[in-house]
């Protein structure tokens, strides 16, 4: 099990594009969750996916959206792209049936907005 | 609204001293805490959580609700104890399963 996949690894964008990050969950886990990790920062929770819904919502505005596919991968988009949406996005699933199950990150895409 | 405080950006300690990274928060409920640490060039993982009130590479960490706090300690340090880490806390109504919201972190050096 190669556990949380996250692609592409780099990515450099234009303020004002938009851009799609992919996660493949850990095998048995249906539940995803997406963090940003600004420089110098911890990670600051965006949303959570789980049965292909958002169940969470985090401070962020319209323009960062999702969506979890029936094999519990997920694409995170972010239209109208920001300078300060350079960050390093972290993808990290999980098991929604019960509590207590820990998050599994995984290495995560490094987006730069120039 | 939780919040995680770490006070320290960085700290730096000799192999075998005693190590503490401190941790506070603040949430209105019952929270479960936990810290996740990410050595070099690896991928942020979990070390320990407070329910499992278990001890992981040496470190232990306890969960103060009067203090608010939950520090991570280890009585004799390691070099490849040298990592970021992170404290973390959870809403316990969904349990490690949903939110986290994470500190800053503290970066640990351990000179030989």
């Known amino acids: 099990d190669a556990g949380v996949t996250q692609s592409p690894t780099h990515l450099i964008k234009t303020r004002g594009q938009q851009v799609t990050l992919r996660c493949s969950p850990k095998?048995?886990?249906?539940?995803v969750s997406w963090y940003q990790q600004a420089l110098g920062q911890g990670p600051q929770f965006i949303f959570q996916?789980?049965?292909?819904?958002?169940?969470q919502r985090g401070n962020f505005p319209d323009r960062f959206s999702g969506h979890q596919f029936p094999n519990y991968s997920s694409e995170l988009n972010v239209n109208a792209l920001l300078l300060g949406d350079s960050a390093l996005y972290l993808c990290?699933?999980?098991?929604?049936?019960?509590?207590?199950?820990?998050?599994?990150f995984g290495p995560g895409t490094r987006l730069t907005v120039t | 609204a939780q919040r995680v405080t770490q006070p320290e950006k960085l700290l730096s300690v000799f192999k075998g001293a005693p190590v503490e990274l401190k941790c506070n928060y603040s949430?209105?409920?019952?929270?479960?805490l936990f810290w996740y640490v990410q050595y070099s060039r690896q991928r942020l993982q979990l070390l320990l959580r407070?329910?499992s009130r278990e001890s992981i590479k040496g470190f232990t960490a306890d969960l103060n609700k009067g203090e608010t706090s939950f520090h991570l300690k280890k009585p004799f340090a390691q070099e490849e104890d040298s990592a970021m880490y992170y404290c973390?806390?959870?809403?316990?109504?969904?349990?490690?399963?949903?939110?986290?919201?994470f500190g800053k972190g503290t970066l640990l050096t351990v000179n030989p």
């Open positions: 990290a699933s999980s098991w929604g049936g019960r509590q207590g199950y820990e998050q599994y």
């Open positions: 095998s048995g886990h249906d539940t």
């Open positions: 996916y789980y049965e292909e819904e958002e169940r």
């Open positions: 949430y209105s409920g019952s929270p479960e």
């Open positions: 407070h329910i």
């Open positions: 973390a806390l959870s809403e316990n109504s969904g349990g490690s399963n949903y939110k986290l919201t």
